[in-house]
């Protein structure tokens, strides 16, 4: 491309020189560049090895000791140093689970309406706000969440799913128990709140991507808002929505301080959602300050491994789940 | 004029850089509970001598790492080590500060002080055994206490903690059950109960949940005013929590005869001892690396017993008694040696 810009019908010998010049600069300025953006992405890839690495060798010790029963056992015993790591999995996952299951349909309609059906005045101050949400430092709404909302949930709503719930087959043991204001179900709601503003801000920006045309087509054909929504503007944003899912559910997952002020760590598993549970974050939050003794650190590094297995495998199900999708469509 | 100038600003900037690094600092770390008299202490005596501390309130846990990896010149932790702990790792242990810990309720109608508990029941509450008020158990030790009859939600903490461990360290002593079943650590795997982050979670659960029971650190319970109970001590006494019981713990306690000072204030003798109490402890090398860093710590220590008391009176911690010091300072001399053989303080 170079060689032919710079190619004229009439070059003096100065002209050459100078053009090999121009042309050796320019070639040396393309390699510094190819390798410098090429360092930044082997960086990713040594910090996330290294990571890889040091867990798996912080981990040794406890993996050796308590071999798969570390995946199964209920029991966590710093007296005894018996150490499992099925309860906290299982808070980890079940207050994703409630996450998700509140904030991915509330954030779609969020972004719908903003995007489809929202008055144009409305649309800054409900985009701002939930901009702001996502700005919120998760402490504070581990605070807020342990200060305002708990108390809410055991003076109103537990006592009300109780009393409704309670002679419910298969329901009455979810919303079995005391109202202790804290416990997986606040964790999984405050959660919610968290990864709304992620799910709904990716949302509203793949929706606005759309291109007008596919939708007048779609409403010219007769399309109710609904059918529009459904049929056109999600299965062309899906890629984009699900990016937006995963990350949301990533947060989710790993998130710490909020969660462990409302979940009352507890290294239990109850089929109530109202009983106290705990997370893998907020296990290693809680304990790793005092943990005195190889085994016991060891465990709670083990934690940290299993977490980030957990991860891999939510991100790895939703390419799964992408390409079949992408397969199915035909794309 | 201009080189004037210069020359005076790069003689300031080269004088200020050059201050700081005469007077060296004192570096320690570990223990959270015992960070607010340190820091307090530290204020005081560098304004006496110059000499500044740096301590990082990282936990105990990690505390003991760092000083076994000699990255400081001290650690400090809420859990005595054992004797043959210390021999193995070459420390030398000694007690800085005490602490006490209250058992906080909150039941309709209770004022502070109203309840009265004692170690048996309360570990038969945090095991789960007794689950209501007006169990027979506590009703008997609170004769013409009306109490309701709701259930009894225990709060414990989640973080590991010196506060648990005094916690479960009184309540294995006076519960063999309790000893068998749960025993005694930072943390410990709760038969029951919800965990909260730090006293101020503690205070917040209890303060919110109705018919709810938990334990703090004294200074928690009288600056938010909790209602705090009272306890049936080692003599079957009942006592307050009050700075003369607890003094009353920490002078009782057989420090003279403890190898390392390995002494746990929990249901200590005497009739006015508050039973849950504990030690903050300090943790140093027997044969440090550097003898003038060691000295200068035990020099502030020293200063900080002598000079600390309404320090830690204002902070509602409990000073050592002077006898406990004496012993303290004659471990110095008869144990921390530096490579010459020679006592370093």
Same mark, same amino acid.
């Given at each position: 491309?170079?060689?032919?810009?710079?190619?004229?019908?009439?070059?003096?010998?100065?002209?050459?020189?100078? !053009?090999?010049?121009?042309? =050796?600069?320019?070639?040396?300025?393309?390699?510094?560049?190819?390798?410098?953006?090429? +360092? +930044?992405?082997?960086?990713?890839?040594?910090?996330?090895?290294?990571?890889?690495?040091?867990?798996?060798?912080?981990?040794?010790?406890?993996?050796?000791?308590?071999?798969?029963?570390?995946?199964?056992?209920?029991?966590?015993?710093?007296?005894?140093?018996?150490?499992?790591?099925?309860?906290?999995?299982?808070?980890?996952?079940?207050?994703?689970?409630?996450?998700?299951?509140?904030?991915?349909?509330?954030?779609?309609?969020?972004?719908?309406?903003?995007?489809?059906?929202?008055?144009?005045?409305? =649309? =800054?101050?409900? /985009?701002?706000?939930?901009?702001?949400?996502?700005?919120?430092?998760?402490?504070?709404?581990?605070?807020? /969440?342990?200060?305002?909302?708990?108390?809410?949930?055991?003076?109103?709503?537990?006592?009300?799913?109780?009393?409704?719930?309670?002679?419910?087959?298969?329901?009455?043991?979810?919303?079995?128990?005391?109202?202790? /204001?804290?416990?997986?179900?606040?964790?999984?709601?405050?959660?919610?709140?968290?990864?709304?503003?992620?799910?709904?801000?990716?949302?509203?920006?793949?929706?606005?991507?759309?291109?007008?045309?596919?939708?007048?087509? +779609?409403?010219?054909?007769?399309?109710?808002?609904?059918?529009?929504? !459904?049929?056109?503007?999600?299965?062309?944003?899906?890629?984009?929505?699900?990016?937006?899912?995963?990350?949301?559910?990533? =947060?989710?997952?790993?998130?710490?301080?909020?969660?462990?002020?409302?979940?009352?760590?507890?290294? !239990?598993?109850?089929?109530?959602?109202?009983?106290? /549970?705990?997370?893998?974050?907020?296990?290693?939050?809680?304990?790793?300050?005092?943990?005195?003794?190889?085994?016991?650190?060891?465990?709670?590094?083990?934690?940290?491994?299993?977490?980030?297995?957990?991860?891999?495998?939510?991100?790895?199900?939703? !390419?799964?789940?992408?390409?079949?999708?992408?397969?199915?469509?035909?794309? | 004029?201009?080189?004037?100038?210069?020359?005076?600003?790069?003689?300031?900037?080269?004088?200020?850089?050059?201050?700081?690094?005469?007077?060296?600092?004192?570096?320690?770390?570990? &223990?959270?509970?015992?960070?607010?008299?340190?820091?307090?202490?530290?204020?005081?005596?560098?304004?006496?001598?110059?000499?500044?501390?740096?301590?990082?309130?990282?936990?105990?846990?990690?505390?003991?790492?760092?000083?076994?990896? $000699?990255?400081?010149?001290?650690?400090?932790?809420?859990?005595?080590?054992?004797?043959?702990?210390?021999?193995?790792?070459?420390?030398?242990?000694?007690?800085?500060?005490?602490?006490?810990?209250?058992?906080?309720?909150?039941?309709?109608?209770?004022?502070?002080?109203?309840?009265?508990?004692?170690?048996?029941?309360?570990?038969?509450?945090?095991?789960?055994?007794?689950?209501?008020?007006?169990?027979?158990?506590?009703?008997?030790?609170?004769?013409?206490?009306?109490?309701?009859?709701?259930?009894?939600?225990?709060?414990?903490?989640?973080?590991?903690?010196?506060?648990?461990?005094?916690?479960?360290?009184?309540?294995?002593?006076?519960?063999?059950?309790?000893?068998?079943?749960?025993?005694?650590?930072?943390?410990?795997?709760?038969?029951?109960?919800?965990?909260?982050?730090?006293?101020?979670?503690?205070?917040?659960?209890?303060?919110?949940?109705?018919?709810?029971?938990?334990?703090?650190?004294?200074?928690?319970?009288?600056?938010?005013?909790?209602?705090?109970?009272?306890?049936?001590?080692?003599?079957?006494?009942?006592?307050?929590?009050?700075?003369? &019981?607890?003094?009353?713990?920490?002078?009782?306690?057989?420090?003279?005869?403890?190898?390392?000072?390995?002494?746990?204030?929990?249901?200590?003798?005497?009739?006015?001892?508050?039973?849950?109490?504990?030690?903050?402890?300090?943790?140093?090398?027997?044969?440090?690396?550097?003898?003038?860093?060691?000295?200068?710590?035990?020099?502030?220590?020293?200063?900080?017993?002598?000079?600390? $008391?309404?320090?830690?009176?204002?902070?509602?911690?409990?000073?050592?008694?002077?006898?406990?010091?004496?012993?303290?300072?004659?471990?110095?001399?008869?144990?921390?040696?530096? &490579?010459?053989?020679?006592?370093?303080?």
């Amino acid at each position: 491309m170079v060689d032919v810009a710079l190619q004229g019908s009439a070059i003096s010998v100065a002209e050459q020189v100078d !053009r090999a010049k121009v042309l =050796r600069r320019l070639r040396f300025g393309d390699a510094a560049f190819r390798n410098l953006t090429r +360092a +930044a992405a082997m960086a990713v890839l040594v910090i996330l090895g290294g990571i890889i690495i040091s867990l798996v060798y912080g981990s040794l010790p406890a993996l050796r000791t308590f071999g798969f029963s570390f995946l199964y056992v209920e029991t966590w015993n710093p007296v005894t140093e018996k150490f499992g790591a099925i309860a906290p999995m299982y808070g980890t996952v079940v207050t994703s689970i409630i996450a998700m299951l509140i904030a991915v349909p509330v954030g779609l309609f969020i972004a719908l309406f903003l995007t489809e059906l929202c008055p144009m005045w409305l =649309r =800054r101050p409900i /985009g701002i706000a939930i901009e702001l949400l996502a700005g919120i430092p998760s402490i504070i709404y581990g605070i807020w /969440g342990l200060f305002v909302f708990a108390p809410f949930l055991q003076q109103y709503v537990q006592p009300f799913l109780i009393t409704v719930f309670g002679h419910v087959p298969v329901l009455s043991t979810l919303f079995e128990g005391p109202p202790y /204001g804290i416990g997986i179900l606040t964790a999984g709601l405050i959660l919610a709140i968290m990864v709304l503003p992620f799910i709904t801000s990716i949302s509203r920006d793949v929706f606005e991507a759309v291109p007008p045309v596919l939708k007048e087509a +779609a409403y010219g054909l007769g399309g109710t808002t609904w059918e529009v929504a !459904r049929f056109v503007v999600l299965p062309f944003t899906r890629v984009g929505v699900i990016g937006g899912v995963m990350l949301g559910l990533g =947060r989710a997952l790993g998130e710490t301080m909020a969660v462990t002020f409302v979940i009352g760590n507890a290294h !239990r598993i109850s089929g109530s959602i109202l009983a106290p /549970g705990t997370t893998i974050s907020a296990t290693i939050a809680n304990e790793f300050t005092e943990a005195v003794g190889d085994l016991y650190t060891s465990s709670l590094i083990a934690l940290g491994l299993i977490l980030f297995v957990i991860t891999f495998i939510v991100l790895a199900l939703a !390419r799964l789940m992408l390409m079949r999708l992408n397969a199915r469509i035909g794309v | 004029m201009k080189h004037w100038t210069t020359w005076a600003v790069a003689g300031f900037i080269a004088a200020a850089a050059f201050v700081p690094a005469q007077a060296a600092e004192i570096t320690g770390a570990g &223990s959270t509970f015992v960070y607010p008299i340190l820091a307090k202490w530290a204020d005081a005596y560098k304004k006496a001598t110059g000499i500044g501390l740096n301590y990082q309130s990282i936990g105990s846990g990690g505390g003991i790492k760092q000083i076994t990896n $000699k990255t400081v010149t001290f650690g400090a932790s809420d859990m005595p080590l054992t004797p043959e702990q210390v021999a193995k790792a070459g420390f030398v242990q000694f007690p800085v500060i005490n602490g006490a810990v209250v058992p906080v309720v909150n039941l309709d109608g209770i004022k502070p002080g109203e309840l009265t508990l004692d170690g048996p029941t309360l570990a038969k509450i945090y095991l789960g055994e007794i689950k209501t008020w007006n169990d027979p158990a506590i009703q008997k030790l609170n004769a013409g206490v009306k109490l309701p009859g709701s259930a009894i939600v225990v709060v414990h903490r989640s973080d590991g903690s010196g506060t648990t461990f005094i916690w479960t360290n009184y309540l294995s002593k006076v519960s063999s059950d309790w000893k068998s079943k749960v025993g005694v650590n930072t943390a410990v795997e709760w038969p029951v109960g919800i965990g909260a982050k730090g006293n101020e979670g503690v205070a917040n659960n209890t303060t919110q949940a109705k018919g709810s029971i938990g334990y703090v650190e004294y200074a928690y319970a009288k600056q938010n005013k909790m209602t705090f109970a009272k306890m049936i001590n080692h003599e079957g006494k009942t006592v307050s929590p009050t700075a003369e &019981s607890f003094i009353a713990a920490a002078a009782g306690a057989q420090w003279a005869t403890a190898k390392d000072f390995f002494v746990i204030l929990t249901d200590a003798p005497g009739d006015k001892s508050w039973p849950i109490a504990g030690s903050t402890f300090i943790l140093m090398h027997a044969v440090p690396q550097d003898a003038a860093d060691t000295a200068s710590a035990l020099k502030f220590f020293a200063w900080g017993y002598k000079n600390g $008391k309404q320090m830690a009176d204002d902070l509602d911690y409990v000073p050592m008694p002077d006898s406990v010091v004496a012993l303290i300072e004659k471990t110095w001399k008869e144990q921390i040696k530096g &490579s010459d053989g020679k006592p370093v303080y």
